[in-house]
Nanobody, 127 residues
Framework: QVQLVESGGGLVQAGGSLRLSCAAS????????IGWFRQAPGKEREFVAG????????YYLDSVKGRFVISRDNGENTVYLQMNSLKPEDTAIYYC????????????????????WGQGTQVTVSS
């Protein structure tokens, strides 16, 4: 099993930056693919960024490309999401999730692909 705890959320002005962390318990974290998702009020949970277990491959939602960077430190059992040039539309609860595998071409985008989830951290971007 993998237990995930997000941190680093908060209130920031548009154009600002935040770095989210996803700390994992020991276990299968180092062999798990990790995804960051977000959910705004009244909207479905959407994929934001993902990274393979080795850190060699990353994926991003089109609207965050060039602004967000996902990375991981397997020695620290932590995945990061650096968010720059934040916009009010980035406001949401951000969740990290772990998957033992990504099956299918775009499965990394699908919440059902992931076995374990954190509790989420609120990100609010003011205009």
């Amino acid at each position: 099993q993998v237990q995930l705890v997000e941190s680093g959320g908060g209130l920031v002005q548009a154009g600002g930056s935040l770095r989210l962390s996803c700390a994992a318990s020991e276990g299968t974290f180092t062999t798990s693919h990790i995804g960051w998702f977000r959910q705004a009020p009244g909207k479905e949970r959407e994929f934001v960024a993902g990274v393979t277990w080795s850190g060699s491959i990353t994926y991003y939602l089109d609207s965050v490309k060039g602004r967000f960077v996902i990375s991981r430190d397997n020695g620290e059992n932590t995945v990061y999401l650096q968010m720059n040039s934040l916009k009010p539309e980035d406001t949401a609860i951000y969740y990290c999730a772990a998957a033992s595998t990504w099956r299918g071409r775009y499965s990394y985008r699908l919440p059902d692909t992931y076995n374990y989830w954190g509790q989420g951290t609120q990100v609010t971007v003011s205009s």
